[in-house]
T-cell receptor, first 115, second 111 residues
């Protein structure tokens, strides 16, 4: 079946511009995560959606970052007034949250470059 | 909070050898541990997991060992193949659906 997809795969933007990154999770997965991965680093948690509950935004680095999840499916991560330090790979993952399993299925990521 | 570290950032092995990738953690409340594999240009892929009530779990060519006493987790890959070359991350969580990821170990398999 189809996995998690993300678009665009690459995005180059000028400092100060806004960007939107899209994630299409696996159908039926109730949990959705956004992470940021800088070169040679681990995954930095950004935000977590679970069903209709209020999202856990504790990982968002500043108020320039926001995310939505419409209809419990597609999610959009928006970065306003981008800065060079926002350059990274943004990864989305979904999870069925079945029982006590935390297994996450990751998309290929969006590589964001802010010039 | 939790901190996750890795003993070696890069591990080079010969094809056919066994590989051992290590991970240390600090939060004794962690109860779920996962290993992910990330190939270049791709997102992380789940390999194997283990709960804190276990100390060993085996999969296909992989074994995860958990030593709660010293807060240490390891991933063993048997008969390492060139296709195993990737960055391996440990991740852990304690009563939360939000795992903490380690920095990663790059495994390089030489044919």
């Amino acid at each position: 079946g189809a996995g998690v997809s993300q678009s665009p795969s690459n995005k180059v933007t000028e400092k100060g511009k806004d960007v939107e990154l899209r994630c299409d999770p696996i159908s039926g997965h109730t949990a959705l995560y956004w992470y940021r991965q800088s070169l040679g680093q681990g995954l930095e948690f950004l935000i977590y959606f679970q069903g209709n509950s209020a999202p856990d935004k504790s990982g968002l680095p500043s108020d320039r970052f926001s995310a939505e999840r419409t209809g419990g499916s597609v999610s959009t991560l928006t970065i306003q007034r981008t800065q060079q330090e926002d350059s990274a790979v943004y990864l989305c993952a979904s999870s069925p949250v079945v029982g006590a399993s935390y297994e996450q299925y990751f998309g290929p990521g969006t590589r964001l470059t802010v010039t | 909070g939790e901190s996750v570290g890795l003993h070696l950032p890069t591990l080079s092995v010969q094809e056919g050898d066994n590989s051992i990738i290590n991970c240390a953690y600090s939060n004794s409340a962690s109860d779920y541990f996962i290993w992910y594999k990330q190939e270049s240009g791709k997102g992380p892929q789940f390999i194997i997991d283990i709960r804190s009530n276990m100390d060993k779990r085996q999969g296909q060519r992989v074994t995860v060992l958990l030593n709660k006493t010293v807060k240490h987790l390891s991933l063993q890959i048997a008969a390492t193949q060139p296709g195993d070359s990737a960055v391996y991350f440990c991740a852990l969580s304690g009563g939360s659906y939000i795992p903490t990821f380690g920095r990663g170990t790059s495994l390089i398999v030489h044919p």
